[in-house]
């Protein structure tokens, strides 16, 4: 039980990536609050996690809302004692051809994907030096995040900008013994890339259902798109005292998908 005892926060962890994490992280020990924007999947997510023996706690949070994120926190706090770990998790994508991306477009995902990680990498801080206990914050980047790709300018923008949080977070929390790291996924089978390829269909950009993953998965050298439990592990080690001395640091987890 490499977490026990330990209280973490995971956003965006009521399907997909993050619910991998979260089950992962409860099997470890850990008491885990499932914050999504999504209520009703989180109740879901949190009932089916303490069905299994472990312990969770459903929370209604939206990234972009720095209250609610305050919210969150206090409502798992109140319920666990302390927080340990904080998942900057939660992120969206909504392709568009270059020449055609909108401010809307840009402004909702930066949000979502960047705002959201700076207020809750703020917030979980806060929390953790009023506890007056180390801490471990880790985000969520992407290989968007290494390269950038012409149907997924701002998305491309914000993990880049997840990168550069990550290492401005580990030099300003370090003295208050709270490291912050990251891991970066490339082609994963979940929601999100299922929604990606309707959307890519719609725009011209793949003619067929799964032949956008198909196309990104190509230089993947372990010849595979990961399943959210290939990425749990990695979150694991992050979250456990085998990272302890480690942070402004970005793990790939791609399959050898980008080599740089």
């Known amino acids: 039980m490499r977490l026990a005892n330990k209280n973490i926060i995971i956003t965006g962890s009521a399907q997909g990536i993050g619910?991998?994490?979260a089950e992962r992280l409860?099997?470890?020990?850990a008491a885990v609050g499932?914050?999504?924007?999504?209520?009703?999947?989180?109740?879901?997510?949190?009932?089916?996690?303490e069905s299994n023996g472990g312990q969770a706690i459903a929370l209604q949070v939206d990234v972009?809302?720095?209250?609610?994120v305050q919210a969150g926190i206090a409502t798992f706090v109140e319920r666990f004692g302390r927080?340990?770990?904080?998942?900057?998790?939660?992120?969206?994508?909504?392709?568009?051809?270059?020449?055609?991306?909108?401010?809307?477009?840009?402004?909702?995902?930066?949000?979502?994907?960047?705002?959201?990680?700076?207020?809750?990498?703020?917030?979980?801080?806060?929390?953790?030096?009023?506890?007056?206990?180390?801490?471990?914050?880790i985000n969520t980047s992407s290989i968007a995040g290494r390269e950038g790709y012409a149907d997924f300018a701002p998305y491309s923008a914000s993990?880049?900008?997840?990168?550069a949080l990550i290492q401005a977070g580990a030099r300003a929390l370090a003295a208050k013994g709270i490291t912050v790291n990251g891991f970066a996924p490339g082609v994963v089978a979940t929601p999100l890339w299922k929604q990606l390829d309707q959307d890519l269909m719609k725009m011209g950009a793949s003619q067929k259902e799964g032949e956008a993953m198909d196309a990104f998965s190509q230089n993947i050298l372990l010849g595979r798109p990961a399943q959210p439990d290939d990425i749990a592990g990695t979150a694991l080690f992050l979250a456990s005292a085998d990272s302890d001395y480690m942070t402004g640091q970005i793990i790939a987890i791609d399959g050898g998908m980008v080599l740089v």
């Open 19 to 21: 619910l991998a994490i």
């Open 26 to 29: 409860a099997r470890e020990g």
């Open 34 to 49: 499932i914050a999504d924007l999504n209520l009703d999947a989180a109740q879901a997510a949190a009932k089916h996690i």
């Open 64 to 68: 972009t809302k720095r209250e609610t």
């Open 83 to 137: 927080l340990d770990s904080y998942f900057n998790n939660a992120g969206l994508n909504v392709p568009m051809p270059f020449l055609d991306v909108t401010e809307s477009n840009w402004n909702l995902i930066m949000n979502v994907n960047s705002l959201g990680v700076l207020i809750g990498t703020q917030e979980a801080a806060k929390q953790m030096i009023a506890q007056g206990t180390p801490g471990k914050i």
């Open 159 to 163: 993990k880049f900008a997840v990168v």
